[in-house]
């Protein structure tokens, strides 16, 4: 597609529940990145993908939070048994495999949880 | 181990003025990428700029400006004749040498402007 598009755009869920966010990249682009982005804070990386393999997974907070990619290209972020300190914004980007735009992070509009 | 500090949380100009965006960044890498990025209210990042380590000129982009300098590990970021359009937050983020290249960014804590009329 023509941006990184996620959905959903905003999840409100009771603690305890498992969510999926999902990541569809810019077509072509190989390398996937997760981060989150809680209240008034920076980003904090989470997982990087090159194609469907996670060679850097240092972010990923606890055993409860988990990603995957399939076919190179759509991935989807899982929190198992929410917690509230969970809530904050989740951000997808993508960027190219080499050329000029190495290294530049596009971003998707994120995925805002909410957890009650 | 990769840091970058944006010691500014918050600066708040009137319409016109300049204002400067302090980054200082730590890296133990000799090639490496600096990043700017803005984040206005609506929430999506928006890539500004991207300088190789090797490259320490600086540039200028309408009434942006970057000052890249290797010797203090500064990234600072220029806004002259400020808009209220520029209100947003602004994040600096360092990426690890291209050679091995996971393309991680480490972001800073980001500093809001606000840019009144």
């Known amino acids: 597609g023509a941006g990184v598009s996620q959905s959903p755009s905003n999840k409100v869920t009771e603690k305890g529940k498992d969510v999926e966010l999902r990541c569809d990249p810019i077509s072509g682009h190989t390398a996937l990145y997760w981060y989150r982005q809680s209240l008034g804070q920076g980003l904090e990386f989470l997982i990087y993908?090159?194609?469907?393999?996670?060679?850097?997974k240092s972010g990923l907070p606890s055993d409860r939070f988990s990603a995957e990619r399939t076919g190179g290209s759509v991935s989807t972020l899982t929190i198992q048994r929410t917690q509230q300190e969970d809530s904050a914004v989740y951000l997808c980007a993508s960027s190219s495999p080499g050329g000029a735009g190495a290294n530049v992070l596009t971003f998707g509009a994120g995925s805002r949880l909410t957890v009650l | 181990a990769q840091k970058v500090t944006q010691a500014q949380t918050e600066i708040s100009v009137v319409e016109k003025e300049d204002v400067t965006l302090d980054c200082v960044y730590e890296t133990r890498d000799t090639t490496y990428y600096l990043f700017w990025y803005k984040q206005p209210p609506s929430g999506e990042l928006v890539f500004l700029i991207r300088r190789n380590s090797f490259d320490e000129q600086n540039e200028i982009s309408g009434r942006y400006s970057w000052n890249f300098q290797k010797s203090t590990s500064s990234f600072n970021f220029t806004i002259t004749a400020s808009q209220v359009v520029d209100s947003a937050v602004y994040f600096c983020?360092?990426?690890?040498?291209?050679?091995?290249?996971?393309?991680?960014?480490?972001f800073g804590q980001g500093t809001t402007l606000q840019v009144k009329p």
């Open positions: 993908f090159q194609g469907n393999s996670a060679p850097d």
């Open positions: 983020a360092l990426s690890e040498a291209p050679a091995s290249n996971t393309g991680k960014l480490i």
